[in-house]
């Protein structure tokens, strides 16, 4: 089979159509979800763009491959760093006789990641930086669509990883993807009341927040996921004119979501609450191996970046799947049933502590509940690095955050009700299970 790998950077799942969002903004993703599995629970174990994508092509943790933080921003730092010895997804399947491409610039950051470009007979960079200028997925498939057309059709499958950027800030989507969503509550849901006596709009945020400001830059970010959606939707159909489609096995995913104004980091993502770190899974398996019982399924099971590589590996039938944190979703996605995880441990702000940059927040997810606990940076002596990972580069809005917060998802899936105080046995029990990972020497102050 040939595997295709879609990643919307800063995608967050409930902004999409098929996750129920109230707004139109993925038809051409809400279409494959129909024909393959949507993954409810699947949980980043970061809050930021490189840790994430590491997680997803080595199947480790950020805490376990020790890249906490996004540097883009610092040439020739040489602290987060992928161990040379740990396979990538791509350099196994090299050795399964697959052809490899990418269509990403994340080699192209100020420090350049070499380990993105692993595996690859061909690594496309459509842009020289991320951040210097936008990239549109426009330009994406001016490099994509003519590789498929090159290789669709040949004797060797292929890999084929493609990263579209348009929901990252700054939000600037072309025209007429722009005005599509009006920068309006007309389309809204009606808000409820918090403890506060505040409204609340479901996955906007807080009422008092929704200026005429934030409700145009929430219509721009709905914008350019429908305009993303749109240049998926030319992908798609360009496997399926050289029919290549019904064979090929193809995963859509995200780095990580989006904070709109519902919490402390607005329109940004450095935080471990599900806005940022509950993503989309759509997984469309080949023909061959479709049925029933994974056509248009909704999988509730917890999962996380760490399980992309031993899926694919498995779904292709790799003779070396090495040892990870994550499992293989197979047996769920061909209807087998499986285990998947109990908890899962995401990452949030990051912070240089001594000599490394460490992550400064950190959270546990169950189904129910999430435990976020918080370092106590002010006791971090200042440092020649910058506090780069915070958002507007300041200790201050940081230190007035509580040290610990609880949410009962099942009631309260907005995290607007902490229950810290409330509920401190099992406050107790979540912060056991992360544990392991506060006592890993990769969180901040310790």
């Known amino acids: 089979m040939n595997v295709v790998l879609i990643s919307l950077d800063t995608l967050r799942a409930d ?30 174990e970061t809050a930021h763009t490189v840790p994430a994508y590491t997680s997803m092509i080595c199947g480790q943790t950020p805490v376990r491959h020790g890249v906490m933080g996004t540097l883009w921003c610092l040439p020739n730092e040489n602290t987060d760093l992928l161990d040379d010895e740990r396979p990538t997804l791509t350099e196994l399947l090299q050795l399964e006789g697959y052809v490899t491409c990418a269509v990403d610039n994340l080699a192209g950051m100020a420090f350049h990641p070499k380990w993105f470009t692993r595996g690859y007979d061909y690594y496309i960079n459509p842009s020289p930086h991320p951040r210097k200028g936008k990239l549109r997925a426009e330009r994406v498939n001016r490099f994509a669509l003519p590789w498929i057309e090159q290789h669709a059709n040949t004797k060797e ?53 929704m200026t005429e400001k934030a409700l145009q830059t929430t219509a721009y970010y709905d914008g350019a996921i429908r305009y993303a959606d749109d240049q998926v939707g030319r992908a798609l159909e360009t496997l399926k004119r050289l029919g290549v489609y019904d064979e090929t096995l193809i995963v859509v995913n995200a780095d990580h979501g989006e904070n709109m104004m519902e919490h402390n980091a607005h329109f940004e993502h450095r935080e471990c609450y599900d806005t940022t770190i509950r993503v989309p899974l759509i997984v469309k398996l080949p023909r061959a191996l479709q049925s029933s019982a994974n056509r248009g399924a909704v999988v509730e099971a917890l999962v996380g970046h760490v399980d992309l590589t031993p899926t694919i590996l498995d779904l292709v039938g790799a003779r070396e799947i090495p040892p990870s944190d994550g499992v293989s979703l197979k047996p769920i996605l061909t209807g087998a049933g499986g285990e998947t995880h109990e908890t899962i441990c995401s990452t949030g702000y990051w912070v240089w502590d001594t000599n490394q940059w460490k992550s400064a927040e950190m959270s546990a997810r169950t189904r129910k509940w999430k435990c976020l606990e918080r370092a106590d940076v002010a ?45 401190p046995d099992v406050a107790g029990q979540m912060r056991a299970r992360l544990l392991p990972w506060l006592e890993s020497g990769k969180m901040a102050g310790r």
Request: proline letters at 11%.
């Open 157 to 209: 499958s292929f890999f084929l990883f493609l990263h579209y950027w348009d929901a990252h800030a700054p939000y600037e989507p072309p025209a007429p993807f722009n005005a599509f969503f009006k920068p309006t509550t007309d389309d809204a849901p009606q808000p409820y009341a918090l403890r506060d006596g505040a409204r609340f709009i479901p996955r906007w945020g807080r009422g008092e927040r």
């Open 379 to 423: 006791k971090l002596a200042p440092g020649p690095k910058p506090p780069i990972g915070f958002y507007h580069r300041k200790y201050e809005e940081f230190l007035r955050l509580p040290k610990r917060e609880l949410y009962d998802l099942e009631n309260d899936s907005d995290e607007q009700v902490n229950l810290a105080e409330d509920e």
């Open 15 to 44: 902004h999409m159509g098929c996750y129920g969002y109230f707004r139109d903004t993925s038809p051409n993703l809400d279409r494959l979800a129909e024909e393959g599995a949507r993954f409810e629970n699947c949980i980043s």
